[in-house]
């Protein structure tokens, strides 16, 4: 999952995507690829009392990159840190089954945010 911050911000984090990189060095069986990308910045919806986007706004901006995305993947697995709603993985979900729709789709989260 693409963290809210663009690749050219200076807060751009990419620790989630590091973190398949941990279970490639013990399988040389994983592809592991950054399809998705913010266009651009938008607000954290982890943080206690922020805002939340609306799925529309998250659809915004999220795109794939179409370089990574040849050859098609046979499994996509999403990783993310926070599943605070869930808008963030749908709107991944939907624009990554509207490229790749015969390929079997994970999510996978690190923690839950309780209201």
Same mark, same amino acid.
């Given at each position: 999952m693409p963290?809210? /911050?663009a690749r050219d911000d200076e807060l751009y984090?990419?620790?989630m995507a590091q973190v398949p990189a941990l279970a490639?060095? #013990?399988s040389a069986s994983l592809d592991r690829r950054e399809l998705l990308y913010q266009n651009r910045s938008t607000?954290?919806?982890?943080?206690?009392g922020?805002?939340?986007?609306?799925?529309?706004?998250?659809?915004?901006v999220y795109r794939i990159d179409e370089v990574l995305a040849l050859p098609p993947p046979r499994q996509i697995g999403? &990783?993310?840190?926070?599943? #605070?709603s869930g808008?963030? &993985?749908?709107?991944? /979900?939907?624009l990554l089954?509207?490229? &790749?729709?015969?390929?079997?789709? #994970?999510?996978? &989260?690190l923690a839950r945010c309780l209201h």
């Open positions: 963290p809210s /911050k984090d990419p620790r490639e060095r #013990t607000r954290s919806s982890s943080r206690r922020a805002a939340r986007l609306s799925l529309e706004e998250i659809r915004e999403l &990783f993310d840190d926070l599943l #605070t808008a963030h &993985f749908r709107a991944a /979900k939907d089954l509207a490229r &790749f729709p015969e390929v079997p789709m #994970t999510g996978i &989260f």
